[in-house]
């Protein structure tokens, strides 16, 4: 499936997301010409774990950038802002959420 804007094209591989162990399981391609405009995400209700499975990412919480390569892991906690970029060319992640605790 290929969604488009005036400004980018974004792939997106129809992988359905899978649940384990309460922990919904998601894949993303983050393309490298899409790296600038990379929105803001907010998850307010589910911790995120991420893990890198190709290529690298740039985690930005809080205005503090990271970058994290292929085997690298992050948590970002529940209602945090972040942006997700590739750092150079494309990246793949898988995003594992679980309901906040409360």
């Not at 998601?26 to 790296?35: M, P, S, Y």
């Not at 774990?49 to 085997?71: F, K, N, P, Q, Y």
């Not at 494309?90 to 605790?101: E, F, K, M, P, T």
């Amino acid at each position: 499936m290929v969604s488009s804007s005036p400004s980018a094209v974004r792939v997106v591989y129809p992988v359905a997301p899978c649940v384990s162990y309460g922990v919904e399981l998601t894949f993303e391609t983050l393309l490298a010409e899409q790296a600038a405009d990379a929105p803001t995400r907010v998850l307010p209700d589910h911790d995120t774990l991420l893990r890198v499975i190709a290529g690298s990412v740039r985690l930005t919480i809080d205005g503090e950038a990271r970058v994290l390569g292929t085997g690298d892991e992050a948590i970002v906690p529940a209602a945090t802002a972040h942006r997700l970029q590739s750092a150079v060319g494309n990246a793949r992640i898988v995003s594992g959420l679980r309901a906040r605790r409360r």
